[in-house]
């Protein structure tokens, strides 16, 4: 037993000494060219959908928007149903921002997104879902200006998509409001507010101010609506009295595998570079939620 102990104590000071023998901070920084983008489908690739091509920074650095924004890169976005290409371009304004207003993203189209920058090319591709047909009272162009309560079930909204049972819909709804001013619709053990932005967004707009839900078509089926396809509680994604915006869509496989995969960088499409490279096709809802 004597013998097995000090073998056991030996084994625990090898291990401490090689763990304290690497570098703690991990991997040395490389140089990554990092790619943002999303397309939505009947939408123009404008400012608001620009691709965000950037340099990778270092962890231990403060982020600098100049340094990390790739301007000039030979950006070309290309239709392979119709085989049209076109340039994208960033300006002095919206340095490393990549976009062109004469593309209409067309939904159930695969797109090309091929990057040339230091002597360097960075492909990705996405196909874009087909479109959804949104019924509901909420209105997409203007802001709705509701009760919290039940507020599914007075205002549903009725998802029409000639597309197969498994295609995956988002829910996604983000309070627009400032920390300081977020207000907890049912309070948290008596804290009617959030005390501090971490609290409020987890520091990158997570829960409780963004909240996401995941369902494919056929999920959507509910019995109180008659089977037909429904999206009803989305009342209870909403934590926060104020401005909200509510997005419905349908994603690509790209969007999927970024969300969900543990190493998302490494997983959005993209070959040669890091990010993602997604596309989806729904519609925008602002919502502003009132105390009744």
């Not at 879902?129 to 802001?143: K, Q, R």
């Not at 599914?152 to 829910?171: A, R, T």
């Amino acid at each position: 037993m004597k013998f097995k102990y000090i073998i056991t104590v030996m084994l625990i000071i090898l291990m401490t000494w090689a763990g304290c023998s690497k570098n703690p901070s991990g991997p040395d920084y490389q140089k990554e060219v990092m790619i943002y983008g999303y397309l939505w489908g009947n939408e123009p690739l404008n400012l608001e959908h620009a691709i965000s091509i950037q340099y990778s920074q270092p962890l231990n650095e403060a982020y600098d928007t100049q340094k990390a924004s790739i301007q000039g890169a030979l950006v070309t976005l290309t239709d392979t149903l119709n085989e049209e290409s076109w340039q994208l371009y960033d300006t002095d304004e919206a340095p490393g921002r990549y976009f062109n207003e004469d593309i209409i993203i067309r939904p159930e189209t695969t797109y090309l997104l091929s990057v040339k920058v230091d002597d360097k090319t960075i492909t990705a591709s996405t196909t874009v879902p087909t479109g959804l047909t949104l019924v509901t009272e909420l209105n997409p162009d203007t802001l709705n200006r509701e009760y919290q309560d039940n507020l599914g079930y007075i205002k549903p909204i009725y998802v029409n998509c000639n597309c197969p049972d498994d295609l995956m819909i988002v829910v996604d709804m983000f309070c627009e409001e400032p920390w300081e001013t977020a207000k907890y619709i049912n309070p948290f053990f008596g804290y009617e507010k959030p005390e501090s932005r971490e609290e409020y967004d987890g520091g990158v707009n997570g829960e409780p101010r963004r909240i996401r839900a995941f369902v494919t078509y056929q999920d959507l089926k509910a019995a109180d609506f008659e089977n037909k396809h429904t999206i009803y509680w989305y009342a209870s994604m909403i934590v926060f009295y104020g401005r909200q915006t509510m997005q419905v869509m349908a994603v690509d496989e790209n969007y999927i595998n970024y969300t969900f995969d543990e190493h998302p960088v490494y997983c959005g499409g993209i070959h040669g570079g890091l990010g993602v490279f997604a596309s989806m096709c729904g519609d925008t809802f602002p919502l502003y939620i009132m105390e009744e």
